[in-house]
């Protein structure tokens, strides 16, 4: 069965880049363009892996981070989270991990085919 | 009756004998003693030694004594029944004899008397009436003191007072010259007081309305002047601070703050920042002030910054918010084209995928570009923290070494890399942010190599530091250059004309990074020849 992965990014053209490059693979992708919705997403689709945008509307990454690893659910608590943003600080990547993220990955410094070997990576795990 | 009359004839005749005997006796001893008179009178009249004259009352001269004879050169016999007039003007002569004859003395009264020799000689003058022994006048004596040595004493004597009060009055002119003078200076002097005192409270005006805050410590590091901006920085009202040291100024947490900073001994500070509280951030600056090279103090000055630094703080923000922006839409471009390359949307020929990749290059070129501009304004704002963990500098040195492998090949240059013989061991640094000047540097070597070029890098560990040292035989940087090296935007004139490559903040990252190891960072360069750059960094 398809692995379901969950792209949480509000840039459209990211967003297709991305899942162009993931669904080629064979992963089922869906969807979501700001916080709140993929936060909704991820209860009600429960993906195998959710790649998540920092800098969204309605409700940020970190925040969208820190419910999926909080919550009761250890059916969604245990969903693994790849941060795919822009912020490249320090102090970013660290919340990001401290938070819960199993990668931080900065999107200017990565292909989609390198981002893919990551989601592989976690995947295995 | 008759014998009787001869007796009485007899005794008669016979007194009358005696008294014609004694009579005759009697006249004898007179005329004796009359004689003896005259001749006293005549030695008295000649010894005295006073010029003595006896005139009768018409004024014709009767007598003179020797002394008279002496003093004039005359002879009586020359100058006998002669009149006065003749000796001395008609006005004195006649004053004298009427005076005389009117029974007035003439007492010291200064005339002039002519000599045998013809001269007229300057006589004191005395006179006085004879009577005879009924009391009528009878003619005049007359004293004449020779007065000539007198008069010349005197004269001399009015020459000398005259001289000396000439000289006298010479030195009184000279002494109220001396005196304007006096004054004049004592006004030049007042003026000049004036002056001083003038600029004295043009600079104590300067100072208290100086828009930075000034605070001034005497040898013994005593506050001897603060300005009412420091007043305000610090909050505090006034002069009761004056005389303290920093030290005892610290019971003010402000001034501990400021203590903190520059030391009890105050250190020579350039514009160091110090965040007195919220809102309110200084550029302190101290310096030791000199006069003829002996130091009297030492200088304090703190300039607000707060507003550059808000100002500053918001041009940051605003970069970084850019910078991150520009992220969104170039991470977009780099995986299209990225998947463009690696032919997922469908075969490529060679030209295009040469178009394609130039457009990759340029991406990434732009990316990393964002990312200095990013790291510059992180560091500006102060927030470029330091993770300092146990880093193998040898291992990341090769790391970065093999990463540029394909531009070495390109460029077919011989890259040596010297290890340290010593047993390698970790150094407590930011593992990151030390490749990242690492790679600069090597990164430039290479870039600004010529073909078959040689890069040598070195890495030696001393006790208390290591040193990197990265030589190549490059382009060199222009000499008029080498000061602004690790100024942001500095690009050689040399490198812009060969390669378009470079961002020009990549040694402003690494100096920041290196000092913020407490390391130094310089090199040696020579334009055509090569350009040698060093790091070191301490050992703890």
């Known amino acids: ?125 | 009756m008759d014998l009787r009359t001869d007796k009485e004839n007899i005794e008669q005749n016979t007194r009358q004998s005696i008294e014609q005997a004694k009579k005759e006796k009697k006249e004898n001893s007179l005329f004796e003693h009359l004689e003896n008179l005259a001749e006293y009178t005549k030695n008295l009249w000649h010894f005295l030694p006073l010029a003595l004259c006896y005139l009768d009352s018409n004024g014709f001269i009767l007598e003179v004594n020797q002394t008279f004879e002496k003093t004039f050169s005359w002879k009586l016999s020359e100058i006998f029944n002669k009149p006065l007039n003749f000796f001395m003007s008609e006005k004195e002569a006649l004053k004298v004899i009427t005076q005389a004859l009117q029974e007035k003395e003439i007492i010291n009264e200064e005339m002039n008397f002519l000599t045998k020799k013809g001269e007229k000689v300057p006589v004191s003058v005395y006179s006085r009436a004879r009577k005879n022994n009924k009391g009528n006048v009878v003619g005049l004596f007359l004293a004449l003191t020779d007065i000539r040595e007198t008069k010349k004493f005197q004269d001399k004597l009015k020459q000398k007072i005259k001289e000396k009060t000439k000289e006298l009055e010479e030195k009184v002119i000279e002494l109220e010259k001396t005196k304007v003078v006096l004054l004049n200076i004592l006004e030049d002097v007042e003026e000049a007081r004036k002056k001083v005192e003038e600029e004295k409270n043009k600079t104590q005006a300067i100072i208290t309305n100086l828009t930075d805050g000034l605070m001034f410590f005497d040898q013994e590091k005593k506050l001897s002047l603060i300005n009412r901006q420091a007043e305000e920085f610090f909050e505090i009202k006034n002069q009761q601070l004056i005389g303290q040291t920093l030290l005892e100024l610290s019971k003010n947490f402000k001034f501990k703050l400021l203590r903190e900073l520059i030391g009890e001994e105050i250190d020579n500070v350039f514009r160091k920042e110090l965040k007195i509280k919220e809102n309110l951030i200084l550029e302190v600056t101290a310096i030791p002030l000199t006069t003829k090279k002996e130091k009297t103090g030492n200088l304090v000055i703190l300039h607000d910054v707060t507003r550059e630094k808000l100002i500053e703080k918001m041009k940051t923000e605003f970069v970084a918010l850019s910078a991150h922006q520009l992220r969104t839409p170039l991470s977009t471009i780099k995986w299209i084209l990225r998947m463009l390359l690696d032919e997922e949307l469908g075969k490529i020929n060679d030209q295009q995928k040469e178009f394609l990749n130039d457009g990759y290059q340029s991406n990434e070129r732009m990316i990393s570009l964002i990312n200095d501009l990013l790291n510059v304004t992180r560091i500006e704002e102060g927030r470029y923290v330091y993770n300092l963990t146990p880093t193998d500098i040898i291992g990341t040195i090769q790391s970065v070494i093999n990463s540029h492998q394909e531009e070495i090949k390109g460029k077919k240059l011989k890259v040596i890399f010297n290890k340290p013989k010593s047993k390698t061991f970790k150094v407590r640094v930011d593992a990151e942010k030390i490749r990242m000047v690492i790679d600069n540097i090597i990164d430039n070597a290479i870039k600004y190599s010529l073909l078959n070029g040689e890069i040598l890098i070195s890495l030696k560990y001393y006790k208390d530091k290591l040193k990197f040292s990265v030589k190549d035989n490059g382009i060199g940087i222009p000499q008029f250059q080498k000061e602004r090296v690790f100024t942001k935007f500095f690009r050689g004139i040399n490198a812009v004309k060969r390669e378009t490559d470079g961002t020009g903040l990549g040694l402003f990252i690494a100096k920041n990074i290196i000092e913020a190891h407490k390391g130094s960072i310089w090199f040696e360069s020579e334009e055509g020849k090569g350009t040698t750059f060093y790091f070191t960094l301490p050992l703890k």
């Open chain 1, 1 to 125: 069965m398809a692995k379901k992965v969950l792209i949480i990014e509000d840039d459209k053209f990211l967003r297709k880049v991305l899942v162009r490059k993931i669904s080629a693979e064979g992963y089922q992708i869906v969807e979501a363009t700001d916080g709140e919705k993929g936060l909704k997403s991820v209860e009600e689709e429960k993906p195998d892996l959710v790649l998540l945008d920092l800098v969204l509307p309605e409700m940020n990454g970190f925040e969208v981070l820190a419910k999926i690893k909080k919550n009761p659910n250890h059916m969604i608590s245990k969903i693994p989270v790849i941060v795919l943003s822009n912020l490249g600080e320090e102090k970013d990547i660290k919340k990001g991990l401290e938070l819960g993220a199993d990668d931080y990955l900065i999107k200017a410094y990565f292909t989609p085919g390198e981002i893919l070997k990551k989601i592989e990576n976690v995947l295995k795990k």
